[in-house]
């Protein structure tokens, strides 16, 4: 009798225990705005993960966060950036507010991914250091952006962005659909 209890525990107590990192994993990779996020992920043509793992590594999702810098909000934008992209992209609105933080910061990184034709590692750099300094490193003959960036900041922020990507699609799907398990 004790060994069929003892089974019968096993068997409940082992799905029980496989969701556990799961939810740890969920509780230091929280989700919020993630309709908005799928929205303009497809409205911009960028990853929903993508847009997650950005606001991951610049504000864990801290809609009031502000940079030393004065960089603002989700995507952590900074107003000279919100007036370009408002200026290229005709989005208008407060780019403290979230949802607008999120629709210029998804353009934004769709503008980059354009102009460093897909190369993710250049694009994340530049969103982190800015286009001036990326063109900058990219004259210099033989720059690899895996190995060459100058800044270990935006080296680890590029490896951080890329990273907690792959976490919001383990964790909650590639389209950011899997909020509930």
């Known amino acids: 009798m004790v060994a069929v ?3 019968v525990c ?15 994993e969920r509780a230091t990779h929280p989700l ?20 997650a793992g950005v606001v991951y590594a610049e504000s864990r999702f801290g809609h009031e966060s502000e940079s030393y810098q004065g960089a ?9 950036t919100a007036d370009f992209i408002s ?3 005709g989005i208008q609105g407060d ?15 769709s503008y980059l991914d354009g102009r460093y034709s897909g190369d993710e590692r250049l694009v994340l750099a530049a969103y982190n250091s800015g286009e001036g300094r990326v063109d900058g490193w990219l ?20 490896d951080d962005v890329l990273e907690a990507r792959e976490d919001y699609e383990n964790l909650y799907g590639r389209n950011l659909d899997r909020n509930s398990q």
């Open 10 to 24: 096993a068997l409940v107590a082992v799905p029980v225990a496989l969701r556990i990192p799961d939810t740890v």
């Open 32 to 51: 919020e705005y993630e309709e908005t996020i799928r929205r303009v992920g497809e409205e911009h043509g960028v990853e929903p993960t993508l847009i």
């Open 87 to 89: 200026e290229r992209s």
């Open 139 to 158: 004259s210099d003959e033989g720059f690899d952006v895996r190995r060459d960036i100058p800044f270990a900041e935006t080296r680890q922020y590029v």
């Open 5 to 7: 209890v003892l089974g």
């Open 72 to 80: 603002y909000g989700l995507m952590q934008i900074l107003p000279s």
């Open 95 to 109: 780019y403290r507010d979230p949802q607008t933080n999120l629709r210029m910061g998804a353009w934004y990184l």
